[in-house]
């Protein structure tokens, strides 16, 4: 008799044995009981009790890193973020830069041609004027941004109805990459792309009502046009990988409704091209190679008057 009931109680310790075995598997995989498994007083009531103890410590550990985890993704997603938009303002500031620089280059080598023209003398010096205002807030701007602690404030993107911005807001052209509006507000050159496709650019002339009047030019590659301070010619810079195709710098006269080549010679399609106030004299340099140099080469187009 008494060893029958030695064999019995031996029998469900062990069987207890193999629920707190069956336990630690299951918190070693993940899955982590919510209460005690034994209701006994003995040293397996307190084993079952500190495992349950045990399993909670983990559970909260585990989930306080599952957040530590998430904070520092959302951290580097937002250093990328801002490492982007760093390129962007560096991009964008060096492209707002450029074009000044161009205008006081531009007069500086028309001065050096033409510098008894007294007409050319006073252009130059309310233009150099000018754009050297113009760099000096750009470098300001640029040195307020650059003495910030940190960048705590977030850009969040998102759709908006332009109607709600602007009731009387249109819509003129869809697909536009880029456009330039005259200067007395009667024309706008868009350049149209259709993305992802084989097909060319368009740079197109619309009217103040959005009307079209024409492709003016197309291929590959295409600088932003630059419309003359009267609003009677459009400067802007085209390649076309087909050999047939515009190359070069062109000049659109509204007066005519021609595209005229200019040059050849110009390849560069982010440099911007700069009018002179009276439209006579137009601008452009390019990056180039030469003896392992990075050089800058200016142009300068005089027009003839009529």
Known sequence: METSTGAGSFAAVYCRCIELARASEQISEGHYPEARL?????????????MLRMSHVIRESIAALENEKLRLEEAVQRLRELEQQQKSFIGNIGHQLKTPLTSIQAYADLLDMYGD??????????????????????????LRLSVLDKYDFKLNAEEVELH????????IANGASSFAVSSDGKWIAIEKRKWNTSEPARMIVLDEH??????????????????????SKLAFSIYDEDQKGMR??????????????????????????????????????????????QLNQSYVVQFKEK
């Open 38 to 50: 034994l209701r006994r007083q003995d040293e397996l009531g307190r084993l079952d009790e500190g």
């Open 210 to 231: 959005g009307k079209e009047k024409g492709t003016i030019g197309q291929g590959t590659l295409m600088s932003r046009g630059s419309w003359s301070s009267d609003g």
């Open 164 to 171: 709600s911005l602007h009731p009387q807001a249109v819509t």
């Open 117 to 142: 023209d007294p007409e050319l003398v006073r252009e130059a010096r309310e233009s150099i004027r000018k754009e050297t205002r113009r760099l000096y807030e750009l470098v300001e701007d640029s």
């Open 248 to 293: 070069g710098l062109y000049v659109f006269d509204q007066s005519t409704g021609k595209t005229t080549p200019v040059t050849t010679d110009i390849q560069s399609y982010d440099s911007p091209t700069v009018w002179s106030p009276s439209a006579r004299f137009l601008s452009m340099y390019q990056n180039i190679s030469e003896g392992g140099k």
